[in-house]
């Protein structure tokens, strides 16, 4: 008999992506979020803020909405392969409480607002699910 560092109940580990440092000091100076997808366009932080904009311009159009649809499916599927690379296997946490999971749960979050946004409601539920999959604390 083993005893490793396992759940009893057989959920894998949290996926901890690694830390992108020269995107984030890029981000935390305030460049504009395209300047910084264009020079790290695997960063979902980079997607998530492209899409957080749009959906938050004032008197946003359609073409926001749809822009932060595309922007965030962008950062939502750079950071699958992310959770890939690190272990993912689909399922299992992946921690807000871990600052570099935030860019790809924000992006799910986001996709979820754009999708709401069109009338999309199946990939709205898929991603609310989702992210109550990641970390139940998102729920709200």
């Known amino acids: ?65 749809i822009a932060a649809y595309a922007y965030a499916r962008t950062g939502y599927h750079r950071g699958l392969d992310a959770l890939r690379r690190n272990g993912w296997k689909g399922f299992g946490p992946v921690p807000w409480s871990h600052e570099p999971n935030r860019g790809f749960l924000r992006c799910v979050t986001a996709l979820a607002r754009a999708a709401e946004a069109i009338g999309e409601h199946d990939e709205q539920a898929r991603c609310t699910q989702l992210l109550r999959d990641c970390d139940p604390t998102l729920a709200a």
């Open 1 to 65: 008999m083993t005893h490793g560092h396992h759940n009893l109940l057989g959920e894998p580990p949290a996926t901890l992506l690694p830390p992108n440092p020269e995107a984030d000091a890029e981000l935390a100076a305030g460049n504009p979020p395209a300047e910084v997808a264009s020079h790290h366009p695997t960063v979902s932080a980079a997607w998530a803020a492209l899409a957080e904009q749009a959906l938050d311009r004032p008197e946003r159009a359609l073409e926001d909405t």
